[in-house]
């Protein structure tokens, strides 16, 4: 069950059935993201693509009728505008269209009517409405989809979109289970399940003995997650340089090579990074040192050409070798900067406080600690508020709670308005969630933490990464068959006797790396069981405070509400007053 792989064979076949020949790829912004975090330009290149072009953009260029076109393309009513404008004035000799999700009828009649010189040869749906991250991850790159606790009407049909695509994709006619305390996993698993009914000659899986299940979260059931300081490599890329479409800028970088203003972060592509990406940073130093240490091994076995035999093993092994010193560059760059990132803004020490309000119930050291933080000058903004928003939502009903205290002291150490304010979004967002004051935030049997000393890149122990997400609860209780049907009601009543093998789970308000991290450790455990995780965003904490913002304050019609400063209307009960 890997989407990343379902993602590229769909686009192998798709360039494939147009037979040999130069072609040109014809995409829309969603579908050129959903082929480059697939495939890398050098393999496109080698199946006959030479020219890449975004329908919004083509405009009148020039017409080459020696040219196949491949049309792969999101089913909106815009594209299929744009593309009837194409066929009207044909550019290339003949076209192959494909539409990543299910296309109406009406859309098909249109275009038929624009081919007036029968340029058409095939009309395809290939299910590919996604961005495949890594074989078991996948987004929709939606930012803020929720507007005043509801769902923006664009990216809930997005999220309907994208979803059934996964579940075409992968050959599944799942049972759907859905969040009870949340109405938007509802409307989404709802909206899923109607779609599914009417298109039910697309999902004539069998299931047979097992049954393919589709669990429909929410992410305020874990508001912590997205919080925390990452120490994995992958997530810390993430959470410190952001990750987007597999792609890292190094623009700004101290130290980056000039011609190196954006890298590669695709396990597809980057053998280090396949075999790295989930080390704990603590190890990475290590494994770097092992890179240089055979890169400079084939330095020097490159400096000997003294004979005709040394030429032709320099000639053959050149393209390795250069990609090797790519690979080389790009790693050391980004862990040096995550190095210096760590050391620069204290981030050792602000994630063992972060880890001690996750994990534990010492209420009065936490509070000191983060008092003892915000008063220093060598900590980020981000960082300080980070601090106070995973208090506010772990000791929010405790009876010597110091919320207020503590966004004077943000305020006094100059904190943008927009993150104090954002202390009370928090509140009000993990307050709609069954979170606060339930057990899900503390792990238990968690060992005090000691003190740790960051020499280099050594000293990253399990100290800082003791912090378990909720979903490694929902997935253990998925395996026992604990899921209560209480909790995780099934979308239009199905039985759902059954062994469970085969598992989607999709979180509306966005995943973490720390989670996908979790889901590859769990199916690494569990060999019987096979889980695919998705959600409308992969997030760090920044973009998880921004779809926050949004959440709360913004209506579904994009207009802000306005609520009383620093506190919630003190009738409601469910979001405590900053005090």
Known sequence: MNVLLAVRMYISKMIQDSGPGMKVLLMDKETIGVVSVAYAQSEILQKEVY????????????????????????????????????????????????????????????????????????IQEFYADFFAIGPHLFSLNLEKPIH??????????????????????????????????????????????????????????????????????????????????????????????????NRVSLVGVPGAPKDMSEVLLSAEQDEFYANNMYLNFGDIGQTIKSLMDEFQAKAKS???????????????????????????????????????????????EISEAEQELSC?????????????????????????????????????????????????????????????????????????GETVGSSILTTKDVTKITEKIFKGLKGVENVFTQHSPVLKDIMDNIVKGRLSEEAFPVAGGESTTGRIQDVIIFMVGGVTHEESFAV???????????I??????????????????????????GTSQKYPQNSASSGSGRHPKLT
């Open 302 to 348: 490159h400096q000997k050409v003294e004979s005709i035999a040394d030429m032709k093993a320099f000639v053959e092994n050149y393209p390795q070798f250069k990609k090797m010193s790519g690979a080389v560059t790009k790693h050391v760059t980004l862990v040096g900067e995550l190095s210096r990132v760590v050391t620069q803004h204290n981030l050792l």
């Open 532 to 557: 695919a995780l998705g959600g409308t965003l992969i997030h760090n904490s920044q973009s998880f405070i921004a779809d926050v913002e949004a959440a709360v304050r913004y209506s579904a019609s």
């Open 51 to 122: 020219l890449f072009e975004q329908i919004d953009k083509s405009g009148h260029g020039p017409i080459m009728k020696h040219l196949k076109c491949v049309v792969f393309l999101r089913p909106s009513q815009e594209n299929v505008q744009l593309l009837a404008t194409e066929l009207k004035s044909p550019r290339y000799g003949v076209y192959y269209i494909y539409f990543s999700g299910i296309i109406s009828k009406a859309a098909i009649k249109v275009l038929a009517e624009s081919d007036e010189q029968e340029v058409v040869r095939e």
């Open 520 to 530: 590859h450790q769990f199916c690494r455990a569990n060999t019987g069981i096979r």
């Open 148 to 245: 005043g606790m509801e769902w923006n009407p664009s990216s809930l049909q997005r999220s309907v979109q994208g979803v059934l695509s996964v579940l075409l994709s992968l050959k599944k006619n799942p049972i759907i289970r859905y969040q009870h305390f949340s109405p938007l996993a509802r409307r989404l698993a709802e909206s899923i399940r109607d779609t599914v009914l009417k298109e039910s000659s697309l999902f004539h899986f069998q299931r047979g003995e097992s049954v393919p299940l589709l669990l429909i979260l929410d992410r305020r059931c874990d508001p912590i997650t997205p919080l925390l300081n990452q120490w994995t490599y992958q997530a810390m890329v993430h959470e410190l340089l952001s990750i987007k479409n």
């Open 360 to 432: 534990q119930e010492e209420h009065s050291q936490s509070l000191t600690k983060i008092r003892r933080l915000l008063a220093t000058d060598h900590i980020r903004d981000i960082d300080a508020a980070r601090l106070v928003f995973l208090y506010a939502i772990r000791y929010s009903k405790h009876p010597n709670k110091d919320i207020s205290g503590l966004v004077e002291l943000l305020r006094r150490r100059g904190t943008p308005d927009r993150l104090i304010d954002s202390v009370d979004d928090m509140l009000r967002y993990s307050n709609t």
